[in-house]
């Protein structure tokens, strides 16, 4: 394996800046260091075009006070309660 060291200038914010031609150049090693938490500002022609950066962690579960509050507020669907009935004892007469 060669490890290389990857050139670019580091921004303010800990992004390094470094050209779409590197990116293109050594994708597999640029994207080993975006997946252990290093964001990167690609440039072209010295010009800040994208953000390559770790994706957010995305909640497994929906918080519960979520669901009763979407409950609570979403408007009343009247054929709800009939469709319900409908599959309910749909299932019913198949046992």
């Known amino acids: 394996m060669i490890i290389r060291r990857i050139a670019g200038e580091q921004d ?9 031609r590197e990116l293109r150049n050594d994708s ?3 994207l080993r260091r975006v997946e252990a938490g290093q964001r990167f500002l690609i440039t072209v022609s010295g010009r800040e075009v994208a953000e390559l950066s770790p994706m957010a962690a995305k909640p497994l ?3 519960r006070s979520v669901v009763e509050s979407l409950i609570r507020e979403a408007p009343l669907d009247r054929g709800f309660a009939r ?4 599959a309910l004892s749909q299932r019913v007469d198949e046992l």
Do not use: L
Request: negative net charge.
């Open 61 to 63: 579960f929906v918080p």
């Open 83 to 86: 469709d319900i009935y409908a």
């Open 12 to 20: 303010p914010s800990g992004a390094i800046k470094i050209p779409a």
């Open 28 to 30: 597999a090693e640029i």
